[in-house]
């Protein structure tokens, strides 16, 4: 494939579950863009900018930069996650989970996209976080055409069947037609992943800022679903962890991903 003019992208996918809902999030950072005149690199800017995001929870909350983010363990107040190996507090945790996604106004627009669903969500055959995946490559697929981009694909470990899905997605991805139907009466066309490069890459998340980027918005969009549904945990419905996901910017948030919902949240 040729590369297009508009570049390449690589998307950052990390997911959140519990027993009945799922949440799957993918982070898209700059790789290659054309500036005056000339292919450039510009990944190493969004690096920059996420590495001053954590120097700046650091500061503001104590928490290293060094220490890997997980969404559900530092909302909770478990992990040790203040300097000097500390506990924070679940309300300082809350604050902090609110502060850091607040600050992510140095991401580019359009970002973010999230896809949540229960254990009972089915789509073309996939079922859980497959069905997540799925529903999430077709808005990659979309957003990167819109932009005449290509994209690339980073998982964090652990997961081999969002490879097999992602290699398959790459020739073969039904996707429906927000219209009720494509030409001929037909309820979905392939749409195939061709405009992303390469295999699905494997990164662990304790290395990859941006891994852990999407965990913590995952976990806020989990969150967000349960109190939606009335089923946080007393202490989670006493701090509002429902709100976690509204401090985000919404500019950095793909609303075109679902003009269901404000913020773009596909749901399934």
């Given at each position: 494939?040729?590369?297009?003019?508009?570049?390449?992208?690589?998307?950052?996918?990390?997911?959140?579950?519990?027993?009945?809902?799922?949440?799957?999030?993918?982070?898209?950072?700059?790789?290659?863009?054309?500036?005056?005149?000339?292919?450039?690199?510009?990944?190493?800017?969004?690096?920059?900018?996420?590495?001053?995001?954590?120097?700046?929870?650091?500061?503001?909350?104590?928490?290293?930069?060094?220490?890997?983010?997980?969404?559900?363990?530092?909302?909770?107040?478990?992990?040790?996650?203040?300097?000097?190996?500390?506990?924070?507090?679940?309300?300082?945790?809350?604050?902090?989970?609110?502060?850091?996604?607040?600050?992510?106004?140095?991401?580019?627009?359009?970002?973010?996209?999230?896809?949540?669903?229960?254990?009972?969500?089915?789509?073309?055959?996939?079922?859980?976080?497959?069905?997540?995946?799925?529903?999430?490559?077709?808005?990659?697929?979309?957003?990167?055409?819109?932009?005449?981009?290509?994209?690339?694909?980073?998982?964090?470990?652990?997961h081999g069947e969002y490879t097999k899905l992602y290699?398959?997605?790459?020739?073969?991805?039904?996707?429906?037609?927000?219209?009720?139907?494509?030409?001929?009466?037909?309820?979905?066309?392939?749409?195939?992943?061709?405009?992303?490069?390469?295999?699905?890459?494997?990164?662990?998340?304790?290395?990859?800022?941006?891994?852990?980027?999407?965990?913590?918005?995952?976990?806020?969009?989990?969150?967000?679903?349960?109190?939606?549904?009335?089923?946080?945990?007393?202490?989670?419905?006493?701090?509002?962890?429902?709100?976690?996901?509204?401090?985000?910017?919404?500019?950095?948030?793909?609303?075109?991903?679902?003009?269901?919902?404000?913020l773009g949240i596909v749901r399934l």
């Amino acid at each position: 494939m040729k590369l297009p003019d508009g570049g390449l992208d690589i998307f950052y996918i990390d997911e959140s579950m519990d027993a009945e809902v799922f949440s799957m999030s993918a982070v898209a950072i700059p790789f290659l863009r054309i500036v005056e005149g000339t292919w450039t690199i510009t990944w190493e800017d969004q690096f920059a900018n996420i590495r001053q995001w954590r120097r700046d929870l650091s500061k503001s909350h104590e928490v290293p930069v060094a220490r890997e983010l997980k969404g559900s363990k530092f909302a909770s107040g478990r992990g040790r996650f203040r300097r000097g190996n500390h506990q924070l507090t679940r309300a300082e945790a809350a604050t902090a989970y609110r502060h850091m996604l607040a600050q992510l106004g140095f991401l580019p627009t359009l970002s973010i996209i999230t896809v949540i669903g229960t254990k009972a969500a089915n789509l073309y055959g996939h079922s859980k976080l497959e069905a997540l995946l799925y529903a999430l490559l077709q808005r990659m697929r979309t957003a990167c055409a819109k932009r005449n981009r290509a994209g690339m694909v980073f998982f964090d470990e652990g997961h081999g069947e969002y490879t097999k899905l992602y290699r398959k997605a790459r020739v073969y991805l039904p996707t429906g037609s927000s219209q009720g139907g494509w030409g001929g009466g037909n309820v979905s066309k392939n749409l195939p992943l061709d405009n992303f490069t390469k295999d699905g890459n494997i990164k662990q998340s304790q290395h990859s800022f941006f891994i852990q980027l999407a965990d913590v918005v995952s976990f806020a969009a989990l969150l967000k679903i349960r109190g939606e549904q009335r089923k946080l945990t007393p202490w989670q419905a006493q701090l509002g962890l429902e709100d976690l996901y509204d401090h985000i910017p919404v500019k950095v948030l793909n609303t075109r991903a679902s003009t269901a919902d404000p913020l773009g949240i596909v749901r399934l």
